[in-house]
């Protein structure tokens, strides 16, 4: 299983420029996360999915868009980027049931200029 | 909604020695307290967790500790390696919600 992967790894965006990161799961996870990270201030929610098909607002949701049309895939939008966006992007999934580890993936690094 | 802090920001400590990290969380529902490990450039990775009708949990080196009076939970890490050098990460959530808060997290440095 390759668990959790993240595409793409590195990326250089200009203001005003969109993108969409992708987030894949071969662990058969029902809900799956996008958070960023910024330094000292931890790991913050933007949007997560409880099924295929279904989205919800994290913690800071403004400048995102999200989609889950398929189980295995979440995808992160970013329609008009700002240099606040300048952030680490980490996607992460978990199983429903009585198991609530996070598997996380290793994390896009986004630059806005 | 829950509210957890971390303490301390930075922890630097030599080779052998034991490291504590702390954290306090809000809401007395949350009953579920994963730590996670950050290694330089990776995602995080869960190391141990607890659920609020345990108080103490070990696994090898690493403990974790809960008060659910107090509403704080630490991790104990004895004998440190180097390896062991990382940002952790305490998080507290209701079971079964799914969505976890995080704290600010702790980078832990072990000095040889």
């Known amino acids: 299983n390759a668990g959790v992967t993240q595409t793409p790894k590195f990326r250089v965006l200009k203001t005003g420029q969109s993108m969409t990161l992708l987030c894949a799961q071969d662990?058969?996870?029902?809900?799956m996360y996008w958070y960023r990270q910024d330094p000292g201030m931890g790991l913050r929610l933007i949007h997560y999915?409880?099924?295929?098909?279904?989205?919800a607002k994290g913690e800071v949701p403004d400048g995102y868009n999200v989609s889950r049309l398929k189980k295995q895939n979440f995808l992160l939008g970013l329609e008009s980027a700002a240099p606040s966006q300048t952030s680490v992007y980490f996607c992460?999934?978990?199983?429903?049931?009585?198991?609530?580890?996070?598997?996380f993936g290793p994390g896009t690094r986004l630059l806005v200029l | 909604g829950e509210n957890v802090e971390q303490h301390p920001s930075t922890l630097s400590v030599q080779e052998g020695d034991s490291a504590v990290i702390k954290c306090t969380y809000s809401?007395?529902?949350?009953?579920?307290f994963p730590w996670y490990k950050q290694e330089l450039g990776k995602g995080p990775q869960l190391i141990i967790d607890?659920?609020?009708?345990?108080g103490e949990k070990k696994d090898q080196r690493i403990a974790v500790t809960l008060n659910k009076t107090a509403k704080h939970f630490s991790l104990h890490i004895t004998e440190t390696q180097p390896e062991d050098s990382a940002v952790y990460f305490c998080?507290?959530?209701?079971?079964?919600?799914?969505?976890?808060?995080f704290g600010r997290g702790t980078s832990l440095i072990v000095h040889p």
């Open positions: 992460a999934s978990v199983a429903s049931g009585v198991q609530e580890t996070q598997y």
């Open positions: 662990m058969n996870h029902e809900y």
């Open positions: 999915s409880v099924g295929e098909g279904t989205t």
């Open positions: 809401d007395s529902a949350s009953n579920y």
């Open positions: 607890i659920r609020s009708n345990v």
């Open positions: 998080a507290a959530s209701k079971g079964g919600s799914y969505i976890p808060t």
